[in-house]
């Protein structure tokens, strides 16, 4: 009788299945990544556009009680989330008249995550303008 002698397999990965993927995973990630920074980003802006509403909100009440609109944010009693101030710089610019008016500016950090998207705005009559 002839006997064979096996050598027993060795257990592990080759090469081409772990070039497989990392190929699979890389691909994954080229698909993943650009979705997940714009949902990032309209976190952000959704943030900035809330914060927004709420300072014409807070105008409409500081023009009820001393008959002219706020030049800044802590001249309405409000201080800007530190998530929307890492992203966005707010600016109000207001006019006597007549009628009073106000324009709120949310404008991106140059730099940051944000960068190269466009300035939010609100006015005193509601209209917003940018991507809301």
Not at 101 to 114: D, H, L, N, Q, Y
């Amino acid at each position: 009788m002839h006997l064979s002698t096996r050598l027993p397999r060795s257990r592990g990965f080759t090469l081409i299945e772990l070039m497989i993927v990392c190929a699979v995973v890389g691909i994954l990630a080229a698909v993943a990544y650009p979705s997940y920074t714009r949902y990032v980003q309209r976190g952000h802006r959704a943030a900035a556009q809330a914060h927004l509403v709420d300072l014409a909100q807070r105008q409409q009440q500081f023009m009820a009680d001393s008959r002219s609109y706020a030049d800044t944010v802590a001249a309405l009693n409000m201080t800007t989330p530190a998530e929307v101030a890492r992203h966005y710089e707010i600016e109000i610019e207001t006019g006597d008249g007549p009628p009073p008016e106000f324009t709120i500016t949310a404008s991106p950090v140059e730099g940051g995550a944000m960068a190269g998207d466009d300035a939010l705005t609100i006015d005193n009559t509601g209209a917003k303008t940018g991507p809301w």
